[in-house]
């Protein structure tokens, strides 16, 4: 017979313990039943027992990206079900062309599909790094994001045009204008371009290298009237960007490039953070810049800061797309689109937006900092329809009738468009 020991002797569950779990058994089984029977489903029971399994993910996930775009994995319910085409492009995911000197990449219609009519380039330069001289067959608008550089061209009549750049400054050469521009100390520059095409590409310039290196030298010699044997030495393929020395004083490059013709009458750069904000609430500031107070220029802006808990308001604007960069802080940005269509998406810095005209549409911070974001226009002047403006300036019955409201609420629409909220 097997020894009993502390080891292999199990007691008999007691008897008043046995009634105790069996009775648990029940009544949890008694609940479930009842509740299902409540509910009608299985499927329901699990929502009230809080197992909704629409609501989780368990399959592989690239959870930092997953954790950047939330409205995109659980959309809020205002989104249609019917596809809105993206409208989103992080810099991050673009190629970077690197050189001894600095760096570009682009965005285009080609990684952005909706990005019709307009195309972005990011570029840094080091101190002494050169954007080698060139133009564009499309105009070039730029925004500088840090650092400072110095820019050079000739406008239409061969005068020059030479002039230093900083944080927030503008500038704009419009299609076939030559230009150059280069880091200065003590750290160069980064700055964003925006072209008036979106099949653009930084790779499809004109370029000084490149000519040259395309040209006969019997057809240069004669073109400028020195010997042969002076360009035997020129590069044979681009420059693009190239390190060199760090410029000279402002002074001394436009007296250099002044020559007999002299200075440029025109102004190719403009210093935003000069200019009062063109409207401005307890939300946050809007600065308008087009051909009104930059006489250049052909691509309107607006440079936009929206405040923690603010809004950029609902709006849409009946001339151009508007093209998107996001400088600094998070943001959501709602789209409402043709055929009972909307879309939400979120932005972080260094990410392209992107609205086709006349799409109703708002962006707000959704981040504890301000969120700073330019909206380009492939036009001239910039235009804009505030939802709240469109409302208050129509029939009051007219608008309680639509949507059901009482006058008080009516009265309480702002009456003249508030550009960020809170008023």
Known sequence: ??????????????????????MSALTRRSFIGTTAAAVGSFAALQKVLGADRSKTDPGPANQPLDGQNPDSMWPPATDSKSLVPTFKYPFSFANKRTYEGGWSREVTVRELPVSKSMAGVNMRLTAGGVREL???????????????????????????FVADTKKNDLWFFPSGIPHSIQGLQPDGCEFLLVFDDGDFSESETVLLSDSIAHLPTEVLSKNFGVREQAFQNVPKKELFIFQTDVPPSLAEDQKSAAGALGKSPKDFAFRT??????????????????????KVTTTAMAMVTVHPGGMRELHWHPNADEWQYYIAGKGRMTVVATGNRARTMDFQEGDVGYVQKTLLHYIENTGDTDLMFIEMFKSDLYQEFSFSEWLAHTPAELVMAHLNIDRATYDAIPKLGISVTPL
């Open 134 to 160: 060139h133009w564009h067959t499309s105009a070039e608008w730029a925004i500088m994001l840090y650092g400072t550089a110095r820019i050079t061209a000739i406008d239409e009549n061969g005068k020059s």
């Open 273 to 294: 953070m000069e200019m009062r904000p063109t409207k401005q609430t307890k939300g946050g500031e809007v600065r308008i810049v087009d051909s009104r107070n930059f």
């Open 1 to 22: 017979m097997e020894r009993m020991t502390k080891t292999n002797f199990k007691s008999p569950t007691p008897p008043q313990k046995r009634r105790k779990i069996i």
